[in-house]
């Protein structure tokens, strides 16, 4: 077997949230076919306990821990350095060392996974790299931007554009430029029209034995409520802004109409805004739980409120591999393969979003959305399918 070289920004186990699934089932198809030289981050400290699970994928491993708090104060050096600040803060000399000693052997192939650290292999001949961006990153920062007062708004400006040429000069040395999907692809063709030829996308996939609507559950919800769920990590901004608007502008509309109504916030590492949502009528907040399932199986309806987001949101994915129906905004279902039948229960402002929860509240799924959801994901979302075109990337350019 070839060797390759996989540089990953966070630890792709356990596939517990978004990117660490799409990079774990990367990771799982590339070690299928290559000796995978793996290198990543750390930035929870309990996932070094899945070194062993790793190590028996791959030919050599090099997990170097991510303090937060020192990795922004880092990232600020990129205003000295005029870089965008992601650079800084995934910059390790330790790292930088274990990647130059895997290309000493020979290695040549290189699979990045988040384009920040394409800075190991940038300027280096004769490497035939292949980059999966997932999510055109700076347009979520510009999108930051236009939520935050100064200084923020102008730090986060600043970092869409300087990411967009990094992001540019990532592609332009990689053989392919790869998307979480065909709208965040053509997105990038547009920032990036030098690159449009080898710009390309592979949809994630869903693990539909593991989200089993058919597979019993234990109701983790108190009775007499009517529980309407959002999972996801509540550490991250896009996430929080989410259940803020939704607790605080929609919910109260909800309540008005159908007074069981509850809104479910389950997910790691809530942030300060998040645990305050606890205190409001209807509002709860789990924090880590071991299992997210029986709080999607026994949910009225998944929530997907997001007002920002880019690429495919995996919570959206895995509450209709369950059958659930999924409240949702269009930047939640952006990047989904389409059917206009889930438009049903889309809306980007409170008041229409709230019209149809309580309608879905009052009738049930009496259109089936749920069912059609999981239909909709065995047809569109297998893993093994899906990354099919990874391979061609990549026999592509051994050619």
Known sequence: MEELLLLVHRIPYPPNKGDKIRSYHLLRFLAARYRVHL?????????????????????????????????KLRAFSGLLTGEALSLPYYRDRGFARWVDGVLARGVRRVVVFSSAMAQYVLDRPGLELVTDFCDVDSDKWRQ????????????????AARLLAFDRRVAAASRAALFVSEPEAALFRQLAPEAAGHTGFFHNGVDTAYFDPATTYENPYPAGGRPLVFTGAMDYRANVDAVDWYARAVLPIVRAAQPDAQFWIVGSRPAAAVQALGALPGVSVTGAVADVRPYVAHAAAAVAPL??????????????????PVLATTAAMD???PNPRFDALVADEAAPLAAHTIRLLADGDRDGLGALGRAWVLAHYDWDTNLRPVAGWLEREAA
């Open 307 to 324: 007002r920002i987001a880019r690429g495919v949101q995996n919570k959206v994915l895995e509450a209709m591999a369950m059958a659930r």
């Open 144 to 159: 930051y931007a236009q939520v935050q007062r100064w200084p923020q708004s102008w730090v986060y400006r600043r970092e």
């Open 335 to 337: 990047g989904i393969v």
């Open 39 to 71: 290198g990543a981050f750390v930035d929870d400290p309990a996932d070094f306990a899945h070194a062993t699970q790793l190590q028996a994928m791959c030919a050599s491993l090099c997990l170097r821990p991510l303090d937060a708090r020192r990795a």
